[in-house]
């Protein structure tokens, strides 16, 4: 692979993401950021907030917070191993 393919592989950071999952994640916030559209974010927002109380949205929020540092970062979960 040649530097220039790297270049067009390589995603843009989004800052502001970063800063709604570090901070407002946990609450699901950064699900109405990504997806600027409410009718298609509000299920997310409530399932992960659901799955905090239960402990293993903490864990969702994590993986999140580290596929946005990559560049990767995905509204619905299921789409990372898609």
Do not use: H, P
């Amino acid at each position: 692979m040649t530097s220039n393919e790297f270049e067009q592989e390589k995603k843009k950071v989004d800052w502001i993401l970063l800063i709604f999952i570090f901070f407002l994640g946990w609450f699901g916030i950064d699900k109405f950021w990504a997806a600027k559209d409410f009718k298609k974010a509000w299920k997310f927002v409530l399932i992960k907030f659901l799955y905090n109380i239960i402990l293993l949205g903490e864990i969702w929020n994590i993986f999140d917070f580290i596929q946005a540092c990559r560049g990767k970062y995905q509204l619905d979960f299921r789409d990372y191993f898609a």
